[in-house]
């Protein structure tokens, strides 16, 4: 890790533009989600303005091609975008990171795009936890808009998820998806939904499973808009970009925006309390554990053998570590 004045110098130079150094500080965040407590107080004025798109679904339902044509809309009507996938589960993606490389290729060449991935790997706090202090970098170094990518449909995802402004969910037509996706959890964070591959048989029908799943769910008032797309020749991306924007656009957005932003620096602080938390109760669960006070390695012991039942014990446990402070 640098020292503190290199990192503030660093810091000062992605203030200044300075791409080399956002992506240097994105290494170090991924890697130390925690040093963004040095680097926060320099650059906690000058974010706040980007419209964070999350866009998530099922592997392989066209999220990389989506942001890809995204971009391109975003930057036809002048915005700078910033593309960061965040890929919770493996390091392997060596497929889908060079299918990938093929599809942004447009981009490369424009200063007005920036595209990066982030993994698991190596990060001792969390995907959430990078996710939230990367995107806090990308605003502070001024892009209009971010496109966070997740890939798959698990808890880590719905963390990641929970850094966007607006959150879209790919699916695509096929038997299964819709009822996978609202098991996952998606169906509830999704304020726009996109049934991507309609050239494939079933869309219409897929788009009539979503709606009619949403009306059980939701109290009809608001229901989120159902996009159908073909990403890999663009059909429908610039449609989904009007509705995003109406979303951001809303008159009751700007009042909005603020208490949004609360409840997302409340939310991180969630995951991240609890990520710490596992990690405490992990560690002090380990088998005889030397540290443990006597009354919590008697009472773990307890639990263990039988004698006393962990609903109760819970209470004990939390207790015990209140009483410790
Ligand atoms: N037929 C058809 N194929 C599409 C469409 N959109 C994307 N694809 C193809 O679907 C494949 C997967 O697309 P990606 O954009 O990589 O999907 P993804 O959701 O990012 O995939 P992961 O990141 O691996 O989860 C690629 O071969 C795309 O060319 C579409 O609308 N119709
Ligand atoms: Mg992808």
Request: glycine residues 8%; aromatic residues 2%; charged residues 25%.
């Amino acid at each position: 890790m640098p020292s503190v004045d290199k990192l503030q110098e660093e810091v000062t130079r992605l203030l200044d533009g300075n791409i080399r150094s956002l992506s240097r500080l994105i290494t170090l965040i991924e890697s130390t989600p925690d040093v963004l407590g040095l680097i926060y107080p320099k650059i906690r004025n000058t974010g706040g303005k980007a419209h964070i798109i999350g866009i998530t679904g099922p592997p392989g339902a066209g999220k990389s091609t989506l942001s890809s044509t995204l971009a391109t809309h975003i930057r036809e009507s002048g915005r700078t975008v910033a593309i960061l996938a965040c890929d919770p589960s493996s390091p392997f993606t060596g497929g889908s990171v060079l299918g990938d490389r093929v599809r942004m290729q447009s981009h490369y060449t424009d200063p007005g795009v920036f595209i990066r991935s982030i993994s698991n790997r190596g990060s001792s706090g969390g995907l959430s936890n990078s996710t939230y202090g990367i995107t806090t970098l990308l605003e502070a170094f001024g892009f209009d808009v971010i496109l966070l990518e997740t890939v798959g449909v698990g808890q880590t995802e719905l963390d990641v998820m929970k850094n966007s402004d607006t959150v879209v969910v790919v699916i695509v037509p096929e038997s299964g998806d819709a009822i996978q996706t609202m098991k996952a959890g998606l169906m509830e964070i999704a304020d726009i939904f996109v049934v991507n591959k309609c050239d494939r048989a079933g869309a219409d029908r897929m788009v009539r499973d979503v709606r009619s799943s949403l009306q059980l769910n939701d109290d009809h008032s608001d229901l989120a808009p159902i996009v159908k797309t073909r990403a890999d020749v663009g059909d429908g991306v610039l449609e989904l970009l009007l509705e995003i924007d109406t979303l951001r656009g809303n008159p009751e957005f700007p009042q909005n925006i603020d208490r949004l932003r609360s409840a997302k620096r409340l939310d991180a602080l969630r995951s991240s309390v609890l990520l710490e938390m596992e990690s405490m109760l992990d560690t002090i669960l380990t088998k005889d554990n030397p540290e443990n006070e006597p009354a919590l390695a008697s009472l773990i012991n307890e639990v263990e053998i039988g004698q006393k039942d962990p609903i109760t014990a819970a209470r004990a446990l939390l207790n015990l570590i209140k009483g410790n402070k």
